[in-house]
């Protein structure tokens, strides 16, 4: 399927904060579809812990660690709302109201 529209954020950790690395895509296909999709590993923390994902710091969703990796997705196919993200938008991985790691969307 085409994709029209696509953005992605490179997460990475903030400094002094740790280890751990990750992406997220906003991708808007040619069938109108849409989709969001985090996903990140090497997080120092243990199974379990859950983290949010925030975008521009309205939380999307919580995600309960294992093995230091986490995912979340929004696909309209499955008829989830997706958020739509625009270039410059801020996201967030944040445990214990501490970011944890932190990215800006760009056109990909």
Known sequence: MRILED????LRPPPGVGAGRGKVEWE???DGSEVFYAR??????????????????????NISISGG???????SKDGREVPKAVTGQVVEVVYRDMVV????????
Do not use: C, N, Q, S
């Open 28 to 30: 808007r296909y040619g």
């Open 40 to 61: 990140f590993r090497k997080l120092d923390l243990r199974d379990d812990a859950v983290v949010e994902v925030r975008l521009d710091g309205a939380v999307l969703g």
């Open 69 to 75: 990796a986490g995912r979340l997705k929004f696909d």
């Open 7 to 10: 953005y992605e954020a490179k």
């Open 101 to 108: 790691l932190t990215g800006i969307f760009e056109p990909d």
